[in-house]
């Protein structure tokens, strides 16, 4: 493994599971001293173990609270002295007809999903400005087309897609690059109910050419490739991280439907 990150500092949101484990477990094995942000605690450390103590701090606690988020960067460089990469990846989703979404589920997600990403750029955004580091915001599928059933969610993630752009074109100049990834389908805690349904996951199958669900240690080796000088000119990005998912043009496979395939 590279060491892209030695003597770097970074902040990973959700990192208890899922994309935010394996982002955080990577930017530690890249040798960055990494702040793990997350509800439980627990689970924060279940993503350290094994790796260096010195190298890390669990900070549990609610991106949509914006007096948590402020002490969580001020608590970051109090310690570690410096903040070089903000990985805005803390987010949920829910399911089912928009009828049924009452404002108390709208509230939540876009407090989570949204507002957590506003709160973490608004507080990194001055420290990065001295380190000239980077920010990688976590869109999603849902954050460039829209789902059946997950409206709430494509609301929240359309905005991070486009607030992303809009920072982008506000900080590059200044030496701050701002990108996100989009991932379809990854396996995580939060898709073990789909993945446990066979007509889902074929459907999936059907839509993605790789034929799987994403690894979160796979979405987390683009999100580093990101917040890394490797990609030094890349800002302004929502990459996705889909299995081939936007390849398509929607329509169906001619050549499974004609027995070609």
Do not use: C
């Not at 990494?34 to 094994?50: D, F, P, Q």
């Amino acid at each position: 493994m590279m060491d892209r990150f030695e003597g770097k500092v970074v902040i990973v949101t959700g990192a208890g599971t899922g994309i935010g484990a394996g982002t955080a477990r990577r930017f530690l094995q890249e040798g960055a001293v990494v702040v793990l942000n997350g509800r439980r605690e627990a689970k924060l450390r279940e993503t350290i173990a094994g790796f260096d103590a010195a190298k890390s701090l669990v900070h549990p606690g609610d991106v949509s609270d914006e007096t948590y988020v402020k002490r969580l960067v001020e608590d970051t460089v109090t310690k570690f002295g410096r903040l070089d990469v903000l990985v805005n990846n803390a987010g949920f989703a829910t399911f089912g007809p928009f009828a049924q979404i009452t404002t108390q589920d709208w509230r939540k997600m876009m407090a989570t999903d949204l507002d957590g990403v506003y709160f973490g750029a608004r507080e990194a955004l001055p420290q990065l400005l001295k380190t000239k580091g980077s920010i990688v915001n976590l869109s999603s599928a849902s954050g460039l087309g829209g789902d059946w059933g997950m409206s709430a969610y494509n609301a929240a993630k359309g905005a991070v897609t486009n607030f992303t752009r809009a920072l982008a074109l506000e900080y590059g100049s200044r030496g701050v690059r701002i990108n996100a990834v989009a991932p379809s389908i990854t396996s995580t805690e939060a898709t073990v109910d789909f993945e446990k349904s066979e007509a889902v996951i074929a459907a999936f199958r059907d839509r993605l050419p790789i034929g799987r669900s994403a690894k979160p240690e796979e979405v987390a080796g683009v999100i580093a490739f990101l917040a890394s000088e490797d990609a030094r000119f890349i800002n302004g990005v929502i990459l996705p991280v889909d299995g081939g998912l936007h390849a398509s043009n929607g329509q169906p496979n001619f050549l499974s439907l004609l027995g070609q395939a």
